[in-house]
């Protein structure tokens, strides 16, 4: 059976709600009074880059559903979703290293501790969401994308364009605790008065508890869950500690904002260009063996 455009679509769909869905369900499971009924809390995972890439990548899922036009924008939008789902597979490489170190070192993203079967699902929604979901839209983007309108306008223009998204991801993870500093402020309270009461209002296994207490104890408020900003290098572009034993960087805020729009424009100036070729050399190598 040959795989339409239509079908591959829904099965990219398929594989990043699923995951998606998993890692929220885990995310329950390990803190329990995140509430999934507050607005708030949506805000919140989306300054996460997989889950932002999910939400991004079904968006552009309906809209090809439903456009039926060839377009600039159409194309562009291709081309950053395509990035986007490259740069998501780097957090399988996070995984692997984390195991063959064999735990010592914790590269973006580690498993979560306790009970086995938690960890083991966490394993399959991270596979699913790092390399399955991810692989089908770098594969669409090679089998059915169009990049023709992407070379006959500026090409520089077309690089530009592709830095709309890393500029607005920066923005809106900066600017999410500040706008929403209500939501933060009532969850931190409410886990430390759970922490501190006898009742154990959230219901956590002595494990869990003698963790948490640990966490915060030793994390700067900005770092205690819900974190403020999901990794590290917000917290420096933003002057704040990452936890009690960390000091604020000498190097000026200015500096590591600048330092870090420096290195996402070239990651993806680089990474569109790199897609564009390999597009190109795809559809040359495709047509040569059509005749």
Known sequence: MKLTK????FNIAFWHIL????????????????SLKE????????????????????????????????????????????N??????IFIFGLIVYYLGGGKFQLITTPPRGEKWIEIYWIIYNFIWHVI???????????????????????????????????????????RPVLDKHYNQMIKIKIANSLNSSENLFSFSPRKLEELKKIYQNAPQ????????????FYRCMGKKINCYDKVSNCPQIVWIIGTFVVWYLIFILLS?????????????????SF
């Open 6 to 9: 239509r079908h591959l679509l």
């Open 19 to 34: 995951a998606s869905v998993m890692a929220i369900h885990v995310g329950t499971l390990r803190y329990p009074y995140l």
């Open 39 to 82: 607005v708030s809390y949506w805000f919140w995972i989306l300054a996460s880059w997989s889950y932002l890439t999910s939400f991004l990548t079904i968006i552009w899922i309906i809209y090809n559903l439903l456009n039926k036009k060839n377009n600039y924008f159409s194309q562009i939008f291709d081309l950053t979703v395509a």
């Open 84 to 89: 986007v789902n490259v740069i998501d597979t």
């Open 133 to 175: 979901a991810p692989g089908l839209v770098i594969y669409y983007f090679f089998k059915f994308s169009q990049i023709d309108l992407l070379e006959r306008e500026s090409y520089k223009m077309t690089l530009l364009n592709s830095l709309v998204f890393p500029t607005g991801y920066f923005l809106y993870v900066i600017s």
């Open 222 to 233: 900005g770092y205690q869950m819900p974190k403020d900003y999901p990794y590290p290098f």
């Open 273 to 289: 260009h790199l897609m564009l070729q390999s597009k190109k050399r795809f559809f040359v190598m495709k047509n040569a063996h």
